[in-house]
């Protein structure tokens, strides 16, 4: 059985993602195994199971196809679209989210193999009274965004990289959220909202 952190790393490719998700499946009874069922047709065969997300607190059952990742679970079942898909195969960033308090590339994290861990998005960073997070409100003192597109995935990864103990300088800010990339270019902005939140930031 593959290593779960193995498809949460950014240079796994889709092919790579989709025949772990099998074998992991297939090792955990979902899928049948035999000498007749091989990885390609585990991968598409579409074989439909239940799975149980909490994300952002709540739990949610859902009949997933064992080849959905946690984006889409996202996007397309629960209808939280915060969370955006650019690349979908791990090199932009912009689906960053939490995933047991971890940042996670959740194009490359299979839904079935987060069930029991806790999900953490964009939609749920706002205190319960609806106040902004220091990032968010960061992000919006010091312009951190033009289009929008990718600030989802750079707010969950800043406030990571804040946690993480790596936003102590403006260089290593910019090494560990090398991740998240930004058409617009909003670079510097970016750094000066996460050296503002870290200082908000509770803990920090
Ligand atoms: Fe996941 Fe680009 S959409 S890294
Ligand atoms: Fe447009 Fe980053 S603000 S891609």
Same mark, same amino acid.
């Given at each position: 059985m593959p290593e779960l952190s193995l498809l949460r790393?950014?240079?796994?490719s889709r092919r790579d993602l989709l025949t772990a998700g099998a074998a992991l499946a297939a090792g955990a009874g979902i899928l049948p195994s035999g000498a007749d069922a091989s990885i390609a047709d585990l991968t598409q065969s579409g074989t439909m199971v239940p799975v149980r997300l909490q994300v952002n607190g709540k739990e949610a059952d859902l009949l997933l196809d064992v080849r959905v990742t946690v984006l889409d679970a996202l996007?397309?079942?629960?209808?939280?679209?915060?969370t955006k898909k650019g690349c979908? =195969?791990? =090199?932009?960033?912009?689906?960053t989210v939490h995933i047991d308090g971890q940042r996670v590339l959740s194009c490359l994290t299979?839904?079935?193999?987060? =069930?029991g861990q806790r999900i953490d998005t964009i939609e749920g960073l706002?205190?319960?009274?609806?106040g902004l997070h220091p990032m968010q409100q960061a992000f919006i003192d010091h312009d951190g965004f033009q289009c929008g597109f990718c600030t989802p995935g750079q707010i969950m990864s800043a406030v990571a990289c804040v946690r993480e103990g790596h936003a102590g300088s403006d260089t290593e800010i910019r090494e560990y959220m090398s991740g998240n990339l930004c058409r617009c270019g909003a670079y510097p902005n970016i750094v000066a909202a996460i050296r503002q939140a870290c200082t908000q930031m509770p803990g920090h």
């Open positions: 790393m950014p240079n796994v996007r397309e079942h629960l209808d939280l679209t915060g979908d =195969q791990g =090199q932009c960033g912009a689906c299979l839904a079935v193999a987060v =069930q706002a205190g319960a009274n609806g």
